[in-house]
C-alpha cells in the first residue's frame, strides 16, 4: 500500500496533539508537516515531549500556516481549527489536490443559514457546503470515500447521533421530544488559557454551560432530521467534569409505539453496528464508563427500557479528542485513502 | 438557650463524621457520644485527626452502640446508619425520649409496602412510619418542628424535591414525564472499602450506576405526589463523576401550559425560597456549580426556558454530605430543638 | 471588643479569596471594602457567589484600588497583590495610620540586595523593610502585637520555617545540608490564564519547578539564619500536584549530635508548640495528610529518626490558602488588633 | 520470527491488566492464559471491557492458576502475584521449562536473609536467588536474554535506579547519603478493596507513607551497592498522590568531588543511555512530568548542579504500571526471546 503524506494545521492543540499522536504511528501515513503561529520553528519534540521517542519528533519543525507550501508537501491535509479560520485554509487546498480533512464546524452544515443562526457569521466558503460530506463513517461510509473535503463531527454530536441515528431511521423512537444529557471533560475546552478552565476552577466542579443552545446543536438536529426523514429538534444540555477526556451522554427517548420491546431495540442495534469495529453495544448488566474507551476509537453504546416510565433510556460513551475528535477523522483519512478502515486505530 | 446534648450512632461514616464537623461546633449543642463498631475505644481526635483541634476530640471516645446508654446520655441521637439498621435502634430511643433524627431510608416512606418495594426487606417497624416527619425543612419547617421523629431525605432526593415542589405545587408543570438526570461525588457511596470506588476506578470515570430503579425513587416519587396531589412517576438517572462531593441535578420539565413563561416561574421560586436561608436563587447568566456550595447547606438552583423545544429546564448544585446529609438534619435539629434555624450551619 | 474595619486589595485572586471567606465570618471585624480591577463594580455576591449567603455580599461593591480612600474607611487593610506592587499601596495606607498585612514577598525579607537578587529588581520602599515583622505568629508573637506593617510569609516558608526553627533554635539539627522537599497543589500558582495550570496540564501530572533557585528561599534561609545564628543555605525542590489546596513538605536532616534521640526532638517540639492552637503534632503512627488541614489554620508535623542513616526526616502539611495564606494573615491580624489569636480561626 | 505463547498469572490486578494490553497487541505474541480466582469463566472482555475489541478477549477465559496446565499451553508465562505467592508458581514452570517473568519480589534479591529481613517471611526458593536476573534491560542486557528467570523491579526500584547506577558507576557521585523522594499514584496500591484506596481518601490529599523502611529499599540498595561496588544505604520517602499512574522521583545527590561538572554529568548520561529507545534525558529548560511518560515504557530524566549548595539534583518520571512494571516486563520478554527489544512497546 503506497504511503500518503499528512499536515496537520494547528497541531499544537488538544484534537491537533492527538492528531499528531495518532498519524506518527499509523502504518501507511507520513506525517510531513505540522503547524502552529505560537511554536513555529520548534521541534515536535520540544513542544510535546511525550513523543520524543519518535524518530521524526526531532526533525519535523513546527511551521507557520501556509496552504500554497502544505498543499505541495501533503496529500491529505487535517485542519484543526477555530470555525471560520478552517475554511480560508479549506479553498486554497482542495484547489491544489488535496484530501482536506476538517475538524471544525465550517463544513459540518447544509445550510448557510443555519450557519450563520448558530455561528454568528457569515459562512466564509458558502460554495463548498454541497461539496463536503459529514464525516460519521458509520453512517456515511460510501460517500466520504469518494470526497475530498471531509468535515469531521463534533465531539457531542459523535455521542448523540451514533447511539440516535439506528434508532430514528428504523423508527423505533418518536422523532420529537428527544432529550441528551452530556458530560464533558474539560480537554474538550481546548488549550486555552482561560480562567474558567484553570485547574482549581474545574477540581471538585460539576457545572452545566451553554444551554439551551449550545452551537453543536446545528449539526445534531441536521443529521437527526435526515435519519428521521422530519424536522427534529432536541433538548442538548453539555455539562463540565473534572476529568481530561470523556463524553458520557444519556439520551431519553420515547419509543414509537408500545410494540417497540428490548428485542427490536437490540436488533436494530445489532444490524446497525453489529459488525462496526468502533462501535461496541454492551450487554447484560454492563453501562458505559468513559474510562473504558480513554484513548481509543471506540464508542460504548448501551440502553435500557424503563417499565416504569415506557421510555428508552441510550447511554453511550467516548473519548472526547479519539472517537470524538482525531481518531474519527483518521478513520475517514483511512476510508477516503483506502487504507482498511482500523488502520492506525487499534 | 439551653444547649441539648447530641449522639451520633454511626459516626465513622462520611455523613457520620460531617455530623460531628458540624456539631463540635454548633453554638447550642454538646456533643456527647459516638458510636462506631470498627473504632470503639478510639478517640475522636485519633479517628478523624482533622478534628483534633477541638478541646472534645481527646476526651471524646467511639463506643459500641447501645441505645439504652445513649438514652441516658443524649437529647438528640442522630442514626447514621444503612437502612433497616436504623429502625432498631429508633424504637427504643424514641421510647426513652429521645429525639431521633435518621438520616438513613427507614422512615421517609409513608407506605411499608413501597418500602418492600424498594428495599427487599419487610419494614423493621411500620407503627412508626405514621409518627415520622420527612425532614425537609423548606417544605416541612411547621411538622419538623413538632415530631419526635424526623427521617432526613437522601442525598439526590434532596437535589431534585427542593428544585420541584414549588413548580408542582403551583401548577406549573406537568406531573409526568418529569426527567431528573443527576451527577454525584464518591462520597455518596459512602466509605465502604468497595474495588469500584477505588481512587483509580473513578478518577478520570464518568458513569451511569443503578438505573432504571433507584432506591431514592420511592421517596423522590412520594414527596413529588404528594406536591402535586397526583401520583407522580419520575425518570431518574444517577452518575457518579471523579469529585469528593456535590450533586449536580438536571431536571427536564414540560410548563403545564403555554401561558407559564419566565415571570410566572421566577414568581413561584421567589415565593417559595426568597426567603429561605439556604436556597440560592439564581440570576442573570449565572448557572449551578457543585464548587460553590462545598461544605455548605445552600442548595443553588437555576432555570431556563428553552423557546425552541418549550421545556423549563431546572438545575441544582449542592453538597451531598450537608444540604443533602448531614446538614440538613442539623438544620432540622435546629428546628425541632427551637433553636435558630441556621444555627451552626452558617 | 470593638469590632474593626477591615479592607482587601486585591481580593479576587485566591488568597483574596480565602481572605474574604475569613473576615466575613470573623467575630470581631467588618469587611468594608474588597478592591479588584477586573471585577470593579461588581458585588461580592456576583464575583463570588458561594458567598451570596453573607448579607454583607450584596452590598459590597468591588472598586479600584485606591490608598487614599481605603484608607478612611479601613482600620486594617490586607494587600493580596504581586510583589511589587503591594509596596506601592503600603507606604500611603501606614502613613495614614492603617494597620497593613501584605500577603505578598515585599516586606519579608530584611535586606533590599537579597530582595534585588531573588526578585529582579530595586526594592520600591527600603525604607520600610526595617519596619515590618515577619507574621508568623509561632516566631514572633509579640513583636506582631506591637507593628503596623506585618510581612505575612509565603506558603513554601510556612511550611519548612515552622518545623525548623525550633530545631536549629535548639541546636538538636546541623544547620547545613537541609533539604526541604515541597509538593503543592495547583492553588498555589494564583488565578491566573495561563496554559500551565490548565485542567488537563495539570491533573495526571506530577512535576518539579522552579528548581533550584525558587524566590521563596531568600525569605527561608533569612529566617533559618536568624534562628540558628549563622547563615544556612538550604537545597528546596517544589514540586506540583493535582489538588487544589495543600502543600506537604518533607525535611531531609542531620541530628546535631549522636545524642540527638527521640526524647529530646520530642521535647523540643512539644517545648516550642504544645501549647499552640494551630500547630498539630501528630504522635504514634500518624503521618501528616493535606486533607486533614484542608480549609483550616492548622499546620500537621510528624517526625521520624531514621536508625539505617542517621537522619531526622520532618514532614509538615497545612492548607497553603490558610495557614500558607489568609488564615495566617488573620492570625496575625488578631494578634495586632487585640483579639483572641484563634478568632475567626477555628 | 516465531510467535510465542504467553500467559499471565494473576491478570486482574494493575499490572496484570497493563500485561494483557501490552501482549494483546504485541506483534509476536499470543495470549494463550489469563488466571484470576476472582474472575474464573468470566471472559477477557466481561472483566475488562476495554479489551472487548480485540478478537481475542472474547475467546480466552479466565481460569484457575493452575501451573501444570499453564507450562503446557505458554513459552512465557508472567507472575503478576503478591510476594511469596509468585515463588510457587516460578518452581514448577521452571521445571517444566518455561520462561518466567516474576513481577513480585520474590527473586529480585540476592539474598535470602535480607528478603527475610524486608519481608518477614523465609523466602521459599532460596535455590533459585542464584538463577534469577534482576530484570533492568539497561543495566543487565546481556544477563537478561541468556536467562529463564527474570525478576522485574519494583516501580520505584526503576525511578531511582536508572538515575543512580550510572553516576554510581562511573564514581562521579558520593555512593553515601543518597536520598530519594518519591510520589507514586494509586495505582501502584493495587487493585484493593482498602479505605486507604478509596477515592476520597485519595482525592485532594497527598501524604508520606511506608517510611522510613520501605520493602523497595531492599532491591535499590542491593542494586546500587553493586553498581557503587561498596555498601550503599539510601534515605527513600514515599508519597501518595492523586494520579492513577506515574511516579515522580527527586534524588539529592553529592558530586564526589569538585571537579564533577555539567559537563561530566552529561557525558556520563548520554555514554549510559544516549541510545536507548525507554530513556528520554532531558535537556535544556525541560523537566519530568509524569503525563509526558503515562502510558509509555518511556522514563524521563532531567538533573541540575547547585551552585548555591554543591549538590546533583536527578528527577525522574515513569509510568509505574508501565516502565514501572509491565512494560519493563515485556522489554524483558523481548530480549530473552530474541525479539526486538522495543517490540510492542512503541
Redesign the interface.
Known amino acids: 500500500m503506497n504511503t500518503k503524506r499528512a499536515a496537520i494545521i494547528g497541531a499544537s492543540g ?1 484534537s491537533g496533539e492527538e492528531l499528531v499522536r495518532l498519524l506518527l504511528s499509523h502504518p501507511h501515513m507520513e506525517l510531513v508537516a505540522v503547524t502552529s503561529r505560537q511554536y513555529a520553528g520548534q521541534t515536535l519534540a ?1 513542544v510535546f ?2 513523543f ?3 524518530p521524526r519528533s526531532k526533525t519535523l519543525h513546527f511551521t507557520e500556516p501556509n496552504a500554497e507550501l502544505l498543499a505541495k508537501q501533503a496529500d491529505v491535509v487535517f485542519l484543526a481549527l477555530p470555525h471560520g479560520v478552517a475554511a480560508e485554509f479549506a479553498v486554497p487546498l482542495l484547489n491544489a489536490g488535496c484530501i482536506v480533512i476538517d475538524l471544525s464546524a465550517d463544513f459540518r452544515l447544509r445550510s448557510a443559514a443555519v450557519y450563520k443562526e448558530f455561528y454568528g457569521q457569515d459562512h466564509p466558503a458558502p460554495e463548498l457546503l454541497g461539496k463536503s460530506v459529514y464525516g460519521l463513517p458509520e453512517i456515511y461510509r460510501d460517500e466520504i470515500k469518494k470526497s475530498l473535503l471531509i468535515a469531521s463531527p463534533g465531539c457531542y454530536p459523535t455521542s448523540i447521533l451514533l447511539p440516535l441515528i439506528p434508532l430514528l431511521a428504523a423508527k423505533l423512537i418518536k422523532p420529537d421530544g428527544i ?1 441528551a ?1 452530556s ?1 464533558s ?3 474538550g475546552a481546548g ?5 474558567d ?13 451553554g ?3 449550545h452551537r453543536h446543536l446545528s449539526e445534531i438536529e441536521e443529521q437527526l432530521s435526515f435519519a428521521a426523514e422530519t424536522k427534529v ?3 442538548f ?1 453539555p ?1 463540565l ?6 463524553i ?1 451522554t ?1 439520551l ?1 427517548l420515547a419509543p414509537a409505539e408500545k410494540s417497540v420491546d428490548a428485542k427490536k431495540i437490540s436488533a436494530c442495534y445489532r444490524k446497525a453496528y453489529g459488525n462496526e ?2 462501535v ?1 453495544l ?1 450487554d ?1 448488566k ?11 476509537n ?1 464508542i ?1 453504546i448501551a440502553w ?1 427500557l ?1 417499565p ?2 415506557g ?1 428508552l ?1 441510550v ?1 453511550s ?1 467516548e473519548d472526547n479528542l479519539v472517537k470524538g475528535a482525531s481518531g474519527q477523522a483518521v478513520q475517514s483519512m483511512n476510508l477516503v485513502c483506502g487504507f482498511p478502515e482500523t488502520a492506525g486505530l ?1
Open positions: 488538544y520540544q515531549p511525550k520524543a521517542g519518535h432529550i444529557d458530560l471533560g474539560v480537554s488549550r486555552k488559557a482561560e480562567v478552565y484553570l485547574f482549581c476552577e474545574c477540581n471538585e466542579s460539576v457545572r452545566p454551560y444551554l439551551p443552545k429538534t432536541i433538548q444540555t455539562h467534569i473534572p476529568v481530561n477526556r470523556g458520557l444519556t431519553y469495529p468502533f461496541r454492551l447484560g454492563n453501562l458505559p464508563d468513559t474510562k473504558n474507551v480513554t484513548g481509543t471506540v460504548e435500557r424503563d416504569r416510565t421510555r433510556i447511554m460513551a487499534i
